[in-house]
């Protein structure tokens, strides 16, 4: 049994002139253990989707087609309240830039400590010491549990949010790009972190990121998405060593490596589709070196591999323009 | 320590500048033509009278002179004597002060009781229609002048209803003990009610909006977000959470609305006739009182800059983030 | 619509072709007064200024705060014309101020009274004549001549006077007695005033608070009136304005220079000691040694003051002066030596000028018992004194504004008041029958100020146009309400010892105003404006 | 081409500014000084790439800043050829400005809103009085535009910068520094606000400029990985020192400095099967307000000694130009 | 410019204010033909009495004060005064205190301490007290009410323009700008100052809604000038005779105008914040 499934889902965001389309007919599998990584170019749609997950949406999003099953339960059939009650509990957020997560006029420990009274009533000197615990467990000194959140520096702040999200241990932590706007030494000890955390308690994690050595080195399962949909998935050694879709196969060598030879990188030119608007065939096909006329044509058919799928209209040849996108030349622009 | 460091450096600004405002406004006075004495030439102050009697004021020395004599009266603690009044000026303002202050201190607690809490209930429904209506509506009012408020006020409660007096603070001809046993009698507070509800509703509309405008871009802030995520109930989000931080600005305004207020008491005590200090100051003005008006300056201005001051202080210590430089 | 040119009664006026433009009789500035005063003026100078633009003078409007006003017309004298309320004061019963103080070319110069800068040595002589001879008759006559004189020239004609509407509560009080100069606010007024009811305190209700209770330094007329009933003079001033004696008991008038005293010996000061000679002594000299400002124009003309006897003493002047009892004498309080020579000690002179003088010991008909600014200021029967009045005390409450002052006449709250009620007020005041309205005539007058000491005010037939111009009546009905009378003599008729019935009456007519120009030569162009004469020449009277 | 023509040199280069810190729980902030460049020995030679990496906050773009006259140096020197340049009076700087010019991180900072992509690359033609009329610098913009890779160019001239992708705009800004003809460029993190799939193209168009047209280039990155493909030499700054400099290929090989170490093995591998291996590096960088004594690594250094608390550390030459800045090396340390 | 006027164009609100201020000023314009009546000219029955105090009708649409003026008359014309006030002060405002910030903030050290030591000294003074002793030092008249306004207000968007080029002299395409050899003039005025436009919109409104409560506030207090007819000296008139209780159709219209006029500068001025701050637009 799945933790999480996500079936079909559908995001779209109302806009003053119009509708856009953010997630497009989703599905996902995620079992107990799992870190999925979730990578993909800035506006693709990753934030909502993990969103659309704990409904979270702004006011102007909707889940409009589509199921979020987590242990049985269609999460998205869920009353407010109800939901609420499943928020942090089970499923924590760690939501984007946890720079400006924290609430500046409250000390670090009494946020720490809110969801452990809100959802347990755990007695307050009995949650500070759990959040001392917690503080250990990420590397904070307790003493800091008395700070401001301005007192501390950006990595500091994002050891104490992963000390938060773990404060009522939940089945499933989903974190959106908790790493990127940190130097790479400190990114380092927190991913290392958030690995052995997960070691320990069994949990399964979601962790959003653009960047897939990030996802290399952390996750073991990866979904790459593009303008709106998820275009493959699969066992992360599996997608990044023998991708099938060509913007896999571009985006693991638009990677700069510190070792082996140095490869010259690849640039896919051009920009992601613009989701307010109605896209027909491939959305990759405007920058894919392989667009063929069948690219452009009714939809795509999803192409199911052990463990994952991919999206793409010439899935048999996928060896073949392997072996070209290693090419550099592929890509340039013609 | 520091804290006391810097507000000592603050008050030295402070002091320096009400020095220079009350330079400025003394040459301002001197420049203005017409003299405290020159006004009663008509009911028969001759001219030898008047020279006397601007002697008597020390209006017949020179003007570095006069200045330098002010001056040192103010590090004296002596503000002169007013014309009008003819006794000191600190006794006539002293109490004309306490009147501005509770007047002011009432329709902003008022207001920004109010204004607090439709702020962020607009805010928190936010392109409703409630919201529209209220966002406009509190535009409207902020645009009304406080003296045809106030006037209208006047024409419906006191002149056609009849409920409350037609202004001033007590009723003529009443006699109270103290000044605590007056302010808290009913009486009083009749005559309270209509300037201090002219000038709650001129000073409510803008920390209104303010406490919106706070109110939407703290929604925005991930923090609220986090809230949500980790599954705290709507109103407390809404409580803790989303107010605590949008009250920042608008308490600090509270400091700044209040030197302002005391600023612009001109116009609500000239319509409802309340013996106020700005009252004062339009009084003092149109008669040449220039140590009433100059004393009057001094206390609004010190009370100005004092709580722009406290507005700075005020605000470090909300808002952990800030701090005095 | 509004765009109303002035019309300039062309019609009916003579077009003289291709004037000198250097002829043109200069454009007037006249200063009208900002509305926070006393809109009257205003709204009387708009009216006249539209009625002298039909005879060819061109007007500029300038607006002047009082207080500017004041300063630059009435003290510098540097105005071409503006209006001005003088005040009917008990002193000018004699008309010294309006005759001599306001006309005589001794006053002329900057900060003197002659604020036209009236220069002509035939009424000088008059004028002369009317201070210093003690002969009632020949004051008179003098005084008579002199509005004649003034009533022609119109230097600075009067305009109008106030009629005006004083309040009180019949059924509460009887037998009011209002004085010349002090309307209801007269100590007569205080003495006989007779309640009806065992509510024996006179309550007034006024719009404007005491402000100042040292009599060598206030400056406000309410302040004097009240300082009256707490002390005396040596004489004052019967209703009609005649002197009668007071704390005097014998006057003897020597010579023009000598006037010999003799008190009463039955007064005391509240404060039980009793008021001899030497406080009347001490008053004086004292008034004139801290150069008191309230006392200075009234003890000026005294050298000496001499105690000759137990009860006497001996003023010497240094010049006749005719009005010496009824301005000087009635004006001058006597304080009280043993304590006004402590606060100098402890003070010096200007402190004894800026004492406030918070409980005020006199020795009139009332006591002072307390004053609470803004809200009462309250007077007791003095028992001991030698004529009782028929109430118990005086309380007198300062009003915000007039309308809470109606309303407290109505629910009779205050029994007596001297503001002026206005026909909107009286619509009011209606409510309650047992409000009664008295009319007076202000002594004062509306005096339009013209400046003779500028073109083109020094031609008398300019300034005899400019007052046919005044439109009286009209003014009076609709900017006063009906509330004033047409004066055109400086003595106001009410004063019917010294007002001449028979001077000129310039009253507005504009035919006969172009008529004067015409004769005098004066010309208009084709737009109906005013030219001088050919060949004229200014007629400047003044110099410095 | 001659690479031993060396453009642009500092010697002991230093900034520091007076900044306003909070210190404790104080409510008033105090002056205090940041040292944030403090003695550096860099060059760039003609037709040769300097990387610098370094965590945020050390110092980079304080660096570039100096070398372009944007900031006055407190101290050392800046020689551009055989001038020092750290002095100029304003008209000396003008002409200074024509050979020297910068790229910067943010495409969507760097264009003035209210330009048009033309004003934006005219102005400076305009400025130094370069093409006789309107119509020939048109010419030289569209000339260099085409260059920049945006073709055909009539189609951007008349664009806001609003109505362009990122990586469109940052090839406008290089054109906009090349079209002066400078003898040497700084990009300063050119491509780190751009998404990766199209960084290499923005990479290899500075590479090929400063190649092709024989200039002087620094590239400031955080990313050593990405400095590995476009520069010749690097120089690693920690705190505003350069601790190590030398040839790109021989530091990530030999990685004398452990600071250099640790970065190197920080940085995450885009192929899963080669998970990083952190040697214990605790802690973030300091405020530079309150640099450690001694060595300003020494608190996070795992091969801290003694003298490195006490002592500054002196470059050392180990050869080929590769200079080290650390105790283990001279001759002093042991 | 363009993007200005379409951004404006989405804000209803905005619009409405637009609409508003055209509205008043074209009835300040055309006030001569529009007013029926000489405003000052005091209205007759035929029997010679004073049309004092007369309910609206056709004849005078907004009745007639107590000494039987045509308050619409009255009205339309003040608008003139209003207009002007507005116009000329928030103009001169924002072309002061723009170019008081911009200097301030481009070229700080000792030249912005001493503007902005200036600034502070006119923040602690009071306001209405202080242009109420300008204009009695002044003396009433239209002119000197603008010029005490100006004097005072300049402080407030000064202080705002300034902080608005500190953050924008350093963002980076100023900085391009210096390496491409522009010169300080060049930054200021062709970089710096069309980025501040829309702050210095801002205060254009409301330094015009500002100057017309001023205007009205010093009319009310009595020192406006008397001779020009405006809605502040209108409630003045009517608040000094004792008729205000009495004629709701004299106190209601100049009051109604103020606050119309006051909130269509507002209103313009919330439209222009929308511009100059992104993030409050999708409000
Ligand atoms: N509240 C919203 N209203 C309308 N459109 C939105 C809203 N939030 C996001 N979008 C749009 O939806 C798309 C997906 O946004 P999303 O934030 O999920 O992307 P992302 O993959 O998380 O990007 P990034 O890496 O930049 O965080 C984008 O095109 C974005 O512009
Ligand atoms: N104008 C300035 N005033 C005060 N301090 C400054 C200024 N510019 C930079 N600093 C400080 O100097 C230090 C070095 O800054 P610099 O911007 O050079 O770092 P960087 O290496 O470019 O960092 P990043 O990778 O974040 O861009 C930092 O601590 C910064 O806070
Ligand atoms: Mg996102
Ligand atoms: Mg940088
Ligand atoms: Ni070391």
Redesign the interface.
Known sequence: MALLDLKNLSIEYKLSDGKLKAVDDVSLTIDNGDILGLVG??GCGKSTLIKGI?N?LPSNGKVTEGEVVFNDEVLNKLSVEDM??????EI??I???AM??????YKVGKQII??MI??DKTPKDEAMKKAEQLFELVGLEKGRLQD?P?QY?G??KQRA?IA?SLALDPKLIIADEPTTAL???????I??RINMLLNQYDGSMILVT????????TCTKVAVMYGGKIIEYGD??QV??RPNHPYTM???N??????GD?KE???????PPDLSKEIIGCRFAERCPFVQGKCRKGEIKKTSVKNGYFYCARAEERDELMKQADIPSTWESN | MRLSKYILKRLVLAFLTLMILVSIVFFMFRVIPGDPVSMFIDSGLDQESQELMLKLYGLDKSLPEQYFIYMKGLFQGDLGNSFTYGKPVLDVIGERFLNTIVLTTTSLIIAYSIAISVGSFLAWHRNSRIDIIGTILALVVRCAPVFWTGMILLSIFAFNLGWLPLGGMVTSGTNFTSFFDKVFSIDFLKHLILPATASALYSMATPTLMMRTSMLEVVKEDYIELAYAKGIPDKKVRRKHAMRTALLPVVTMFAVAAGLAIGGSVLTETVFRWPGMGREIVLAVGSRDYPMAQGAFLFIGFATIMFNLLADILYAYLDPRVSLD | GPKKEPEALVENTEVTENLDPADKVPAINFWIQSQTKDPLRYESALMMAEEWKKLGFEIELETREWATMSAEGMKAHEHDMFICKWGGKPERVDPYHWLYSMHHSVNASEGGYNVAGYINPDYDALADEFATNLDLDARKAAAFEMQSILASDVPQPPMFKLQLKNAYNKAKFTNITPGVGLGVYSFWNFMNITPLTEDKILTLGQTTDIQLLNPLATKTGQDIYMLKNIYDPLVRLDVDGNVVKWLAEDINEIDGTHIEVTIRDDFKFHDGEPLTVEDVKFTFDFAKEVNSPTYASHVRIIESVEITGENTVLFTLTDTYAPFLSNTLSQCLILPEHIWSQVYEEKGAEGALTWENSNPIGSGPFVFEYWRPNEEFSLTTNKDYFMQPKIDGILRIPFSQQLGLVQALITEEIDLTSNNMKPIDIEEVEKNENVEIIELVDEGSYILHLNLRKEPFDDVTIRRALTLGIPRQKIISVVFDGGALKTFSMVPESNTFWYNPDVEKLDYDLEAARQELKDAGFRWDGEGKLYYPENYTPQMLYSE | MDNNVRVIETKNLRKEFNVKVKRDDSKVKEVATLKAVDGINIYVNQGETLGVVGESGCGKTTTAKLLLGLHTPTGGKILLGDNDISHLTKKEMKHFRRRAQMIFQDPYESLNPRFKIKDTIMEPLEIHGIGINKEERYQMAKKILEESGLKPADQFMERFPHEMSGGQRQRVAIARALVLSPDFIIADEPVSMLDVSIRAGILKLLRNMITTRNLAGIIISHDISLIRYISDRTAVMYLGKVVEQGNTEEIIEKRYHPYTEALLEAAPNPDPELKFSLKKITGEAPNPVDLPTGCRFHPRCPKCMDICKRMEPREVDMGNGHRVLCHLYSEDGE | MKNLVKLFRKNKTGVAGLIIFVFFILVAIFANQIAPYDPMEIQFFQDGNVKRLLPPSSEHLLGTTYMGRDVFSQMVIGSRVAVLVGVISAICVAFIGTNIGLIAGYFGGKVDRVLMGIVDVMYGLPFLPFALILVSVLGPGVQNVILAIVLITWRNSSRVIRSQVLSLKNRTFIEAAKLSGASDRRILYKHIAPNVIPISLIYVSTSMAAAIMTESSISFLGLGDPIQVSWGRILFTCYSSQAMFKAPWWILPPGIAITLLVLSGYLMGRAFEEIANPKLRER
């Open positions: 170019e800035s704990i979270l609420r009650k499943k928020r942090w509990k924590s957020l939501t984007q830039s400006n997560s924290l609430n500046p006029v809110e969801p809100e959802h401001y301005h520096s990595g500091m949010i938060m130097d790479v030494i400190v990114q380092s000890q991913l290392e653009h960047d897939i050595s990030v996802v290399a080195q992360v050694n990044l060593k571009g985006l693991k638009a990677f700069p490596s510190l070792v140095k990188l690849i640039s896919i030119e051009g920009t």
